[in-house]
């Protein structure tokens, strides 16, 4: 509460944001749930956590604030907001998945799971989901600092130019 405090006076509109995670937990706390029901795989979903948060920041707020909690907008973000708006590819590709696998489908074809290999549509046995950890080596091919892929050139790089080994 104080570093977001001291954030807020440093802003010349006297304002500062928190975004939290609904995978968050307070020290010590457990997840926070929407409610208690579950899902076809026993998982419940989380939800609540930013309005327990926001109560906090204003609870402790009035200790640092000369008794004054400050006031509290609590928000929950949508997918534009998350995502941005969607793109072409945002559109294209999931329809290029869903039916490349109907087409499997009415071929016969089962155990199979719709790909992108080398930068193409493909089909690969379902077991490489489960079959062996794929890692992406962040060192080769993510620069960390700029939060982007490395790349030198765009030019004859497939579409999603990060890849696992």
């Given amino acids: 509460t104080e570093l977001l405090l001291e954030d807020r006076m440093k802003n010349p509109s006297r304002y ?42 204003k609870e402790h707020s ?3 604030c000369k008794g004054r909690p ?26 290029a998945y869903g039916n490349l696998a109907l087409d499997l489908v009415l071929k016969g074809i089962h155990g199979r799971l719709v790909a992108l290999k080398n930068g193409r549509y493909d089909n690969l046995p379902i077991d490489v989901v489960v079959g062996s950890k794929k890692l992406v080596n962040l060192q080769k091919y993510y620069n960390t600092e ?11 790089q497939p579409l999603f130019i990060m890849t696992s080994e």
């Fill in 16 to 57: 500062s944001v928190v975004l939290v995670s609904e995978g968050a937990m307070f020290e010590g706390g457990e997840m926070v749930f929407e409610n208690d029901v579950k899902d076809a795989y026993g998982h419940a979903k989380l939800g609540g956590i930013g309005d327990l948060v926001s109560a906090k920041l």
């Fill in 62 to 64: 009035a200790n640092c």
């Fill in 70 to 95: 400050i006031g509290v907008i609590n928000q929950k973000l949508g997918y534009l907001v998350r995502g941005g708006d969607p793109d072409a590819i945002d559109s294209v590709v999931p329809m």
């Fill in 146 to 156: 700029r939060l982007r892929p490395f790349y030198k050139s765009f030019e004859l």
